[in-house]
């Protein structure tokens, strides 16, 4: 298990689609980063590219469809659409 500095809600962060990554502000001055594709893939913890922080992201896979949609990619039939 990975020590993490804290644990943040998906719906806290910020979505880039046009990076089709997450963001969050790091203390450092930075900030926390996680791509769509590996939470897909089940990955759950952002990393600050500055610093040795990292973040658990607290999300539910079927919480990702609208964030394929806003990057204008296809949402994979594995998540499907919630309403």
Known sequence: MVATYDEIEIEDMTFLPEDQMFTYPCPCGDRFEILLEDMLEGENIAV????SLMIDVIFEPEDLGEFFQQAGLSVPSSIGITA
Not at 48 to 51: A, V
């Open 48 to 51: 600050c590219p500055s610093c």
